[in-house]
Structure formats: structure tokens, C-alpha cells
């Protein structure tokens, strides 16, 4: 079986040295980000064997995403379309350093945004151990909405724990609008992340962190809700069952917060595939989340080893 198959898109992210502003730079650095493909390139980290499934342009610009990705250890299962019939994410981004950071995207016509239950290996999808996908994805277009309550369905009967992130503030979308799209999918999901403003935001669950996910678990019967925190200094809460776990970040200096949170997921995921309790596998999460904050660019990188190593420098 397959660790972990994640699905969604991919943006090629430009950013200026820090501290450089986009109308002035005269070099950028290229990096390959995403919600599902930083979750599959985190896992593999950990080593999991991670899959990412999206649509592409048949492209230079594709073609760099699969590269960057298998370069992390992750394996890629793509449908190529012609220029002409879609387009990559891009993003410019400056850094952290700069007043009134800006951020300039060109999202619209992108290939993954056609992507059907065709496009998708049945294989892949059945034999996953996990499955996920980022609120992001099925908010990009109605044919993407409709793949994602599909790949659930079919994942979930296939016995895969299907793992959803609300992802709300980077769905473009309004706060009904964002609720009637997660009452659609989350039936199917077993491990829900959530962030304490998107639960805010969009149910209007303002309180402890606590009543928030027992609120969500009772809302979509799913197994496991974790509930992030807003400020990195705050512990992140798993429930699961009657019990509550919570586990305060590790310290690490940020070098770039691309993608951080995506290293959280990526490692918690990788922590309940290996069989940790939720306690161990949100300080798995935590632990990866710290690694990701030390490296410029949207995926982490380095090994196992290195996300122990964090762990084990709190215990000393």
C-alpha cells in the first residue's frame, strides 16, 4: 500500500533576496509550494512513502513542480495537458523583513482546476493508506469541488483514512460559502485540522480551543480534530475520542514561514502512520513544523533523524 496520496495544485513561488522588495529585485528565487505537495514533501521526510496526484501544464514550468518534488523523495502521478488548455499557479513573494510585504499571484485558467475523476489512478486512490487534500483545492473551481467529494467517497469505502485541512483564509471564499463546502466533503473524513480562526471565521466557534474541536467532531463524527493555533507560541490540541492531548511548539529560529504549516500536517500524518498515539504524533508534527521554520523555500528538508533531534533537544 501506498503511505500517504495527496491531490491539489502546486504553485511555482518567486521571491526577491530578503528584504528586497518585488519592483525592485533584480533576482528571485524559485521555489515549488502547495498545500498537498509540501504535506507529501514533509512525509516524505519522515519517510513515507508519498505520492502526489495534480494536472499540469505540459510545460517548462510543470515540469520544474515534478522535478522539485521528486528531488524531495516524493512520487508524482500527473496528467499533462497542452499549454493551451491550462496554465501553472505563480506566485512573487517577498520575504519576511520587508514593510507591507507583498504577495502578487496569477492563479486563474490553471490545469488542475479541469481535473476529473478521470484524471485521477483508481489504483493509487484505493491503495492509499491516508489520503489528503487542502480546503484550497476543491475551492478553486466546481469540477474540483466535485473530484474531491468524489476521491473522499471512494477513498473512505476503500478503508483510507481521508484527512481534510479547512485551509479557510486561502480558499477565496466567503465564511457560508466555506461552511457549505466542508458540510459537503467532511462526512468522509476521519482527521480534521482546523485552525482556531478559520473555526472562528467560519462557525463562529470563538472559545477555548477545546469546545472548538469537540464542536467539529460532533459536527462531522470525524475520528481525530486537531485544532492549530493563531500565535506559534500557543500549544496545538488533539481530540480524539474523550481524550485531549496538548503540545507546545518547539523553538526554532524562521528563517521563512512558507509552508510551516504544511510541515505540521505532513509530520502529524506521518506520526498516526507509524502508529503514535496523538500525543506523539502532534509532537512529531510540531517537531517537523520547527525544521521547516530554519529552511528558505515552502517544502522542509532533511530527514527523520533531524526532527528526532529537535525532540530531543527539549528533553535534555
Aim: aromatic residues 6%; charged residues 25%; contains cysteine.
Amino acid at each position: 500500500m501506498t503511505d500517504l496520496v495527496t491531490v491539489g495544485e502546486a504553485t511555482l513561488r518567486f521571491s526577491p533576496p530578503r528584504g528586497e522588495r518585488i519592483e525592485t529585485a533584480g533576482t528571485f528565487a524559485a521555489h515549488v509550494g502547495g498545500p498537498e505537495s509540501n504535506v507529501a514533501a514533509a512525509a516524505a521526510t519522515m519517510g513515507l512513502d508519498a505520492v502526489w496526484l495534480s494536472k499540469l501544464p505540459d510545460t517548462a514550468l510543470g515540469r520544474r513542480v515534478v522535478g522539485d518534488l521528486r528531488r524531495h523523495g516524493v512520487r508524482t502521478g500527473v496528467v499533462w495537458t497542452d499549454a493551451d488548455d491550462g496554465r501553472l499557479s505563480t506566485a512573487f513573494v517577498e520575504r519576511g523583513g520587508t514593510a507591507g510585504a507583498t504577495t502578487v499571484t496569477d492563479r486563474d485558467d490553471a490545469a488542475v482546476t479541469t481535473m476529473t475523476e478521470d484524471d485521477v489512478p483508481l489504483g493509487v486512490l484505493r491503495d492509499a493508506e491516508t489520503v489528503f487534500v487542502g480546503g484550497a483545492t476543491p475551492a478553486r473551481s466546481e469540477t474540483l469541488l466535485e473530484t474531491t467529494e468524489w476521491l473522499l467517497s471512494v477513498a473512505s469505502d476503500a478503508g483510507a483514512t481521508c484527512a481534510f485541512d479547512t485551509r479557510f483564509g486561502a480558499t477565496g471564499l466567503d465564511a457560508a460559502t466555506a461552511r457549505e463546502l466542508y458540510d459537503r466533503l467532511l462526512d468522509d473524513v476521519d482527521v480534521l485540522i482546523v485552525d482556531e480562526t478559520d473555526a472562528e471565521a467560519v462557525y463562529g466557534l470563538d472559545g477555548d480551543v477545546v469546545p472548538t474541536g469537540h464542536s467539529l467532531r460532533t459536527r462531522y463524527d470525524c475520528e481525530t480534530v486537531v485544532v492549530t493555533r493563531e500565535d506559534p507560541t500557543h500549544a496545538v490540541v488533539g481530540l480524539e475520542g474523550e481524550s485531549i492531548y496538548e503540545v507546545p511548539p518547539y523553538e526554532a529560529d524562521t528563517r521563512d514561514p512558507a509552508g510551516v504549516h504544511d510541515a505540521f500536517v505532513g509530520g502529524f500524518l506521518s506520526g498516526r502512520h507509524r502508529g503514535a498515539g496523538v500525543r506523539e504524533a502532534l509532537r512529531d508534527g510540531a517537531a517537523t513544523a520547527a525544521l521547516k521554520r530554519t529552511i528558505v523555500g515552502d517544502a522542509v528538508v532533511g530527514s527523520r533523524r533531524d526532527v528526532v533531534e529537535i525532540q530531543a533537544r527539549r528533553e535534555r
